[in-house]
Structures are given as structure tokens and as C-alpha cells.
């Protein structure tokens, strides 16, 4: 029978299963178990595929049979996939949708297992200008400071702003602090004359729009004539 490195030869990565995908990042299995096995067994303990995805080096090498240098294969292939699934920077591009935001910015946020709170300051034609972290939590929340938020964006003197935080959980369904703090971060950047066009809740493999979903506030967002439109 072949293993799994043939397989994938023969094939091709996709056809693999889970395990023989692990398998072949293995390499070799443990004495009395052969890779696909062990690779299995790995899953099995992790809680899966996703859940090994988010392990840290450190946790990695205290599953059994995963030693230092397996364990580094493992989280250099899981990254690489990770920034395989982000489009190039391309500044000159707009934002014009959540879907242009989740590929470009929200997938990098998938795997984290704290919430993470990030800015996307843009011009007026809605072209990244900058991408900051302003806050980080833990598994369920997340202070989010108005004032760090808006700091950022006038220090890049941007004309809109879009925000995206995820949900470790893996459900992007907002919350009603959610709600309750994009209305108060679109209030303020009405003051400011800052257009907050969306704010994107991240979760496994995809993501809410509050705008596309008919939860945005009520305040008037400003937007300029060469402005495209989000949602």
C-alpha cells in the first residue's frame, strides 16, 4: 500500500485525507505505529485539523512523538497555508466590499485564539493607508479603547476606516457589545469626519458584515465623491 507522500505524488495534495495530510509533514511514525497512524492518533487528541491549526510551537511539542523539529515543520506548513489564503498587499486597490476586506485582512485573524481588535485606516478612495492591532482580549471579549482607535487614524490621516475583530469561538455572529461599540465608534467618527464604512466579525472560514447584514448604526456615514461604496 502506498503512504501518504506517494499518494500526494501520484494525486496530488488534495486528495489526501486529514490524516495523510499530517502524515506526510510527519515524515515517520513512532516504534509500533506506523505515520498514518500517529497522524490520526494527532488529530484525534488535538481536537482536529483546526485545532492543531492554532496550537503554538511550544504546545505542539508536548503531544506525544512531536519533538522539536517536527513540531517547527508543523507550524512553518500551517502558516504558510495561512499566508497562501492572504491576497498580496496592493495599496492601490480599493476596499470596495467585505468580501475584497476578509480576503485581503480578516483571514489572518482565523486562527487566533484571543480576540484581536484591528483598524484599516483608508484614503478617500478607500485604498488601505495603514493596518494596526489597537486591542487584545481573551476568549470572549475584548476592550476596545475609542480613543486608541481613532488616534490611529489620525495619525494617517484617513478618510474612512474599517474595523475587524474575530470571534476564537469560531461563530461571527455579533454580539450585542459588538453592536454597541460600532455605534459609538461611527458616532464618533461622524464628529471627526471620518467614514466608518464596515466593521467585520471573523470566525472559522468566514465572516459577518454588520453593514451587508443590516445592523450598522443609524448615524450618516459620510462618504466623498470618489468614494466607492462598501457592502
Known amino acids: ?49 483546526w485545532a492543531l491549526r492554532r496550537m503554538g510551537f511550544a504546545e505542539l511539542t508536548c503531544m506525544p512523538g512531536i519533538g522539536p523539529a517536527t513540531a517547527a515543520r508543523l507550524a512553518a506548513a500551517f502558516e504558510a497555508g495561512l499566508r497562501a489564503l492572504t491576497f498580496p498587499e496592493n495599496d492601490s486597490v480599493p476596499l470596495c466590499s467585505s468580501e475584497a476586506v476578509f480576503l485581503r485582512h480578516g483571514r489572518k485573524l482565523m486562527p487566533s485564539r484571543v480576540e484581536r ?47 475587524l475583530h474575530n470571534h476564537p469561538s469560531g461563530d461571527p455572529q455579533p454580539s450585542a457589545q459588538d453592536l454597541a461599540l460600532t455605534e459609538r465608534l461611527v458616532a464618533a467618527g461622524s464628529l471627526l469626519d471620518i467614514r466608518i464604512l464596515d466593521h467585520l466579525v471573523v470566525g472559522s472560514g468566514r465572516y459577518t458584515s454588520l453593514r451587508d447584514a443590516g445592523l450598522w448604526p443609524s448615524s450618516p456615514v459620510k462618504s466623498g465623491p470618489s468614494a466607492c461604496v462598501m457592502g
Open 1 to 49: 500500500m502506498s503512504g501518504p507522500r506517494e499518494r500526494l505524488a501520484a494525486h496530488g495534495a488534495a486528495s489526501l485525507s486529514d490524516a495523510e495530510l499530517v502524515a506526510a509533514l510527519l515524515g515517520t511514525g513512532r516504534a509500533g505505529e506506523n505515520v498514518t497512524v500517529a497522524a490520526a492518533r494527532l488529530l484525534r487528541e488535538s481536537g482536529g485539523l
Open 117 to 163: 481588535f484591528v483598524v484599516i485606516a483608508v484614503d478617500a478612495k478607500n485604498r488601505p493607508r495603514a493596518e494596526r492591532e489597537v486591542a487584545r482580549g481573551g476568549r470572549t471579549s475584548c476592550q476596545v479603547d475609542p480613543a486608541e482607535v481613532f488616534r490611529v487614524l489620525l495619525s494617517e490621516s484617513a478618510s474612512g476606516a474599517i474595523f
